[in-house]
């Protein structure tokens, strides 16, 4: 090889292993967040069961079986749909909620004692939804304009190498003020996220276990359990087997559908 051949070689990778050293933390941790969304586009529409157990500070557990409906939306966030046919003083109830890139996202809640629709004010996000340990705000679809990033450093979880990388909301009248996110090096997937809350103390610990492939391509977490460590609460969500492309549209994401839900 010629010298001046040899010399252009050592200064395209010194300048390609520049580039790479001059990413920023903040860089590195969007990066991170718009792979693992570009992950998890165009499932279409899905459905699934899940079996909640709330556990109080004595481990006392109440169950309630939920049903729930999702909408992909192409350029802006998606729509989700819960409905609760157990116990018998929640059976009926739905939660409705439309996720936006830009902007408050829209909630509604329906409860059939009172045949009425309630909208959930934007000022409520941090609220428990239906006396969980979820925030309502935990139940909208994750959009990367919605937060801003800081990659951390890398680690492990079970053997399986992954970016921890915290995120800050952007969006007004969130309950934390910041969270940290473990994701999987090999396909992107989120496997424990901490919250913490507007004092920046650890507020709760949510972890994802037995994922499963979907349409070879969509990976989804059966078990989720949200820990309360300020409470000594907690949730677990056990999901039944997901079903995609069933044919939902827009007119079974809205406030009318709320009340026709079966």
Do not use: C
């Not at 989804?220 to 300020?230: D, F, L």
């Amino acid at each position: 090889m010629k010298p001046a051949v040899i010399l252009l070689t050592l200064s395209s990778l010194l300048l390609a292993t520049n580039s790479v050293s001059s990413e920023t933390p903040e860089e590195k941790g969007l990066a991170i967040a718009k792979e693992a969304k570009a992950r998890n586009v165009g499932w279409g529409d899905s459905e699934a069961s899940m079996t909640m157990t709330l556990r109080n500070k004595a481990g006392r557990e109440t169950i309630r079986k939920v049903r729930s409906k999702s909408l992909e939306v192409q350029d802006d966030g998606d729509k989700g749909l819960s409905i609760f046919d157990e116990p018998r003083d929640v059976k009926g109830t739905a939660f409705l909620s439309f996720t936006h890139i830009q902007g408050n996202d829209d909630q509604w809640l329906y409860l059939p004692a009172l045949k009425r629709v309630k909208r959930i004010s934007s000022s409520n996000k941090s609220g428990p939804w239906m006396g969980s340990e979820f925030a309502n705000e935990d139940l909208t679809s994750f959009e990367v304009e919605k937060y801003s990033y800081k990659f951390l450093r890398e680690d492990e979880i079970e053997g399986d190498k992954v970016f921890v990388t915290e995120l800050y909301p952007q969006y007004k009248n969130s309950g934390y003020s910041k969270s940290i996110s473990w994701i999987d090096q090999d396909h992107y997937r989120v496997r424990k996220i901490e919250y913490f809350d507007k004092q920046g103390k650890l507020l709760k610990v949510m972890t994802f276990s037995d994922l499963k492939l979907y349409l070879d391509k969509f990976w989804r977490a059966h078990k989720q359990v949200m820990e309360n460590v300020q409470t000594g609460k907690s949730t677990t969500i056990d999901w039944g087997e997901y079903q995609f492309n069933v044919g939902l549209t827009d007119k079974d994401f809205n406030k009318s559908s709320l009340k026709r839900a079966k």
